[in-house]
């Protein structure tokens, strides 16, 4: 039986709509993930506390959806792990109204990623930030205080900025961040410690500390996610990266690796939603 021209063109627009749809979806439709983290060295005045991550941004605007979804979530802190803006697109304007909107729902605390520093604006973002209340915790720490007890806010700046001379002085770039961190987490002075760090695939240092959470970005989710495969290239890593979504652990060290809001040189998500991560502390033994 032959198929008519008009219903093959039909057939053909139908799939190609679908293809257009979908597409549209995947790369402007937010997920929200929720995860919980129960210790019983989490303080008790900090059980349910509720943390929102927003990560690689990439100057895309939801249009009020991003500012919406996080005031859904009644967060107690906003944790940003890099990249609010793109280097091949930089608006800077942008960025800062979007994170004044989240100054409105909770306290917002910020490190940079590789995209601020590329991009050459960092400065004036940084400036920026911190002229509407922003806490700039690159290469440096905050506490957290709840009737008296404290969780320790620590974080790392994007290696992009780390000097020829720091990493010859002291043999290598990892090794320079390893000994950042452990200095950042000793004068911190807290028995229990939250990193804001762009970058997961420096894992195995925060796992060489005493960190007890680690919030991270920059695999993008692995940019296509496809079935038993976590995905398919993320920047860093390469093909078939370790990290790239969700929690993971070693060593008593907990990292959430956020997929995402924004895209950068590859314009495309697959199977892999932008993504607003909540986390809630919770104290072992409190209902």
Do not use: C, W
Request: net charge negative.
């Amino acid at each position: 039986m032959k198929i008519s021209k008009k219903l093959s063109l039909l057939l053909i627009l139908t799939l190609l709509f679908g293809f257009a749809f979908y597409g549209y979806y995947q790369n402007n439709s937010i997920e929200v993930s929720y995860y919980s983290i129960n210790d019983e060295r989490i303080p008790e005045t900090f059980h349910d506390y509720t943390i929102v991550q927003v990560s690689d941004l990439h100057t895309k605007d939801f249009k009020g959806d991003l500012h919406d979804k996080i005031s859904d979530q009644d967060p107690d802190i906003i944790l940003i792990t890099g990249d609010l803006i793109d280097r091949n697109r930089t608006d800077l304007d942008f960025a800062v109204q979007a994170v004044e909107e989240m100054i409105d729902i909770a306290p917002v605390y910020y490190v940079s990623g590789n995209h601020e520093i590329a991009s050459g604006e960092y400065e004036d973002l940084s400036q920026e930030l911190d002229s509407i209340g922003v806490r700039n915790l690159d290469n440096d720490f905050d506490s957290l205080e709840k009737e008296g007890e404290t969780i320790g806010l620590v974080g790392l700046e994007d290696p992009l900025l780390l000097t020829q001379d720091e990493i010859e002085e002291t043999g290598t770039a990892e090794k320079v961040i390893e000994e950042t961190l452990a200095t950042l987490i000793e004068e911190s002075g807290t028995d229990y410690t939250i990193l804001l760090s762009h970058r997961a695939e420096l894992m195995d240092i925060y796992a060489s500390t005493s960190i007890d959470i680690a919030f991270t970005g920059h695999a993008h989710g692995g940019q296509i996610r496809l079935p038993f495969i976590e995905g398919l290239y993320s920047p860093s890593q390469g093909f078939f990266p370790k990290y790239t979504s969700g929690l993971y652990e070693e060593n008593g060290t907990q990292m959430i690796v956020s997929r995402g809001l924004g895209n950068s040189i590859f314009p495309v998500r697959i199977n892999n939603r932008p993504d607003l991560v909540v986390l809630t502390l919770k104290t072992n033994g409190i209902e």
